[in-house]
């Protein structure tokens, strides 16, 4: 019986001393006491200060934030005599010298339109639109203000399903709104959102809330850098932002315009495939849906293949990997379009299923 005692007190103290490692940390990082008043004092980083990681990415982004006002000049209010507001929308500071970036259809052109920006500091500025793209749905507003806060642009080729995301907007009319979410899918395809006329390949879908008036605003990862421009809510919970990569282009083209530094657009070819990327992100959804080779790391997926097409007459075939071409590796679609905009024959190859890699001659026409 004594034994028995001695056994149970040893093994409580073997618990308490292994705990008190644990106790010394929590002490550390948050201690509560009560003060002389009654009143609850803490010491050390609480948990609010620790974990509000959405605070701090919406404390960082949120003036760069803009809501977007559609006036029509011809109807006035009754009392103040301002013009009426028939529309709004969101957007956001890309340009210290007042460039902001929103949605093409928060802001073309209505007949006696104006623009109104509000900036989150409560000031309001007239804005004109400088680039309007209705296939890309993308467009630039300018103000005349300097020294604005920018938000940064992040890379949206690298985001992941699951990954935390915050959207800002303007809801409603309700500006300055924020909510979260995850993404859902990295590259959601146009075509199965019924999508026709746009130039846009793919989606980032979320299930952060965007509803009328979110149009234009960020979608922001949790490093406060805007990896997509809200779009458009099919339903609750199903909501779609463009892809940053693709409004970064879009900018680049608007400011080569500007300075009068436009390339000359080349005449592309015609190669007749339907083509995907791979991916870090849709890799292992690839590897499901087509069962692609394990050894496979890069690469463009076909997915398509237009009858008596270039690439149909050389035989191939929906569900190859086109890893080279002309013995370079193959990495983004934009590759294979800049091939096309070249007179040379393409010597491609093809990983097909398990079988070894083999060439192919493919001679796109004009």
């Known amino acids: 019986m004594f034994g028995s005692v001695t056994a149970i007190s040893l093994w409580a103290l073997n618990i308490f001393a292994n705990s008190s490692d644990i106790f010394t940390k929590l002490e550390a990082a948050e201690v509560i006491e009560p003060s002389d008043n009654g009143d609850i004092s803490k010491k050390g980083p609480s948990r609010r200060d620790r974990f509000n990681f959405v605070a701090e990415v919406v404390t960082e982004t949120g003036a760069s934030l803009v809501y977007i006002k559609i006036k029509d000049s011809g109807f006035r209010d009754y009392y103040t005599g301002e013009a009426t507001t028939v529309s709004n929308g969101s957007g956001f500071i890309v340009g210290h010298d007042g460039l902001i970036l929103t949605n093409a259809h928060v802001v073309e052109g209505r007949p006696r339109a104006m623009i109104e920006i509000q900036l989150q500091d409560g000031r309001t500025f007239p804005g ?37 995301v915050v959207a800002l907007g303007s809801p409603l009319a309700l500006s300055n709104t924020i909510t979260t979410g995850v993404v859902s899918t990295v590259a959601r395809d146009q075509k199965e959102l019924g999508i026709r006329g746009r130039n846009v390949p793919d989606y980032i879908q979320t299930d952060a809330t965007i509803t009328f008036g979110n149009s234009g605003g960020p979608l922001i990862n949790l490093d406060g850098e805007a990896i997509g421009v809200n779009s458009m809510k099919i339903t609750p919970g199903i909501s779609f932002a463009i892809p940053i990569d693709y409004a970064k282009e879009f900018l680049r083209k608007c400011e080569q315009r500007r300075e009068g530094k436009l390339p000359e657009v080349k005449k592309r070819r015609f190669m007749g495939i339907k083509m995907i990327a791979i991916t870090p992100q849709i890799k292992e959804e690839l590897r499901l849906r087509m069962k692609l080779p394990g050894d496979i790391h890069h690469g463009i997926v076909v997915y398509r293949v237009v009858q008596e097409s270039p690439a149909d007459n050389a035989g ?12 370079n590796e193959i990495h983004e679609c934009s590759e294979v379009m800049e091939l096309l905009e070249t007179n040379k024959e393409l010597v491609v190859t093809i990983r097909r299923e398990n079988r070894q890699a083999f060439n192919v001659l493919i001679k796109p026409e004009y």
Do not use: Y
């Open 128 to 164: 004109r639109v400088e680039d309007l793209d209705k296939l890309s749905d993308l467009a630039t507003v300018r103000i005349d203000c300097k020294n604005l806060p920018v938000i940064r642009l992040g890379n949206s080729s690298d985001i992941r399903p699951g990954e935390f």
């Open 316 to 327: 191939i075939q929906p569900g190859d990997v086109i890893t080279h071409i002309n013995g």
